[in-house]
């Protein structure tokens, strides 16, 4: 078998050379579950994974044109971990719940209202928004706080496309997402991890940046629920928790919005939460991760690139402390 140098310096093979896909991610997954102490549970979680995906309502073809100067060359994950090891509190604080519990989210009719300092407010539903701009497919890195990534292939146009459309009044500098929060579709709503709704929020330059996504699918297809249908946006050079899912209101402010993140733990997660490997989470080291799917769990971690690796982003905090800013 041919060894080849390894982009992020590992000099070990990975997993997926030595060993057949099928056969290492079932390992991963049976590591993970030993972890987790429920290895007895692997093979009714996979039913349920089965199930709950036939529940929902099925996911339709998208075609969307690839986007080549805005696409990551790092090999996708696959479909299977990006849809079954997600966060989605709404669902869960398990990675593997919101798969199984998220086929109760009705996606259709849904509308997202845009308000605040607008000169035309308006709400948009779905089909709507597919049609707002051409859909572009662009593979992006995703890195969450808790220090593993994935790359996937979304689908949908830059949020910019919307800040056109309503145009704002001249005291917009901020935007603000909300996410829906409904107890009767969403089970850990009930929970209180978090204030819900879940609120996350841009400056507007942020917002305006080409690379922030309005993001309507993923894998050539509408969003499964899990991953936030049917509408989220993505915003790849800052921390997974900022990509607010299952969007129904978007809001233009004059003040920087409180997060609810931000809310929970002011110490740990701040409004700009940009990657960034010189800046240590305070219970933990953001210089490494874990690509999911592809370094396995007793494998040495990737290194973090800074802002995830979108450079372009570099001037939106020009003469910013980013060690103040977090
Ligand atoms: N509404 C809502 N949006 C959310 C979250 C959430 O719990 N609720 N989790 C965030 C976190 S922490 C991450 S890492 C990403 C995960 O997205 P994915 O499951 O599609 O990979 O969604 C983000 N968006
Ligand atoms: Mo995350």
Redesign the pocket.
Known sequence: MLIKPKPNGIDLPYPSEITPQHVYEQRRRFIAQVAAGAVAGTALWEMANREAFAQAAPLQKLSAKLNPAYSALDKPTAFKD?TSY?????FGTDKSE?AVNAHTLKTRPWTVSIEGEVKKPMTLDIDSLLKLAPLEERVYR?R??EGWS?V?PWVGYSFSEIIKKVELTGNAKYVEFT?LADRAQMPGVGSRVLNWP?VEGLRLDEANHPLTLLTLGMYGQTLPN???APVRVIVPWKY??K????IVKIRFLKEQPRTAWNLAAPSEYGFYSNVNPQVDHPRWSQATERRIGEDGFFHKKRATLMFNGYADVAPLYAGMDLKKFY
């Open positions: 990006a997600n966060n989605f509190y709404e919101p995703l969450c706080v994935m996937i996410s879940y899990q991953n936030g997974g928790f990509s607010a899912k299952s």
